[in-house]
């Protein structure tokens, strides 16, 4: 239930791909883009602090690119 916290962040950074579509100027657009990668970083710091060091790593684990297709060659 508490890792629900994490959800938050994602969804800021997924509302990015929406910005270029809004009927607004380019400065608004750069504003409110700035604002979701700014608010969701936060949110994540937040989360980072209630949850702690150890829910952060596997959060960052799960979702690293390099970890999807299998172990690395070396």
């Given amino acids: ?3 629900g916290v994490f959800v ?3 969804l800021l950074y ?3 791909l929406a ?3 809004l009927p607004l100027t ?3 657009k750069v504003w409110v883009a700035s604002g979701l990668v700014v608010a969701a970083e ?3 710091l937040l989360s980072a ?3 702690g060091r150890e829910a952060v790593r596997r959060y960052r684990r799960f979702l690293d690119p390099r970890r ?3 172990k690395r060659p070396r």
């Fill in 1 to 3: 239930m508490i890792f």
């Fill in 49 to 51: 602090l209630i949850l």
């Fill in 42 to 44: 936060g949110t994540f």
């Fill in 26 to 28: 380019t400065g608004q």
């Fill in 14 to 16: 997924l509302t990015l």
């Fill in 19 to 21: 910005v270029p579509f």
């Fill in 68 to 70: 999807w297709f299998g």
């Fill in 8 to 10: 938050v962040p994602s």
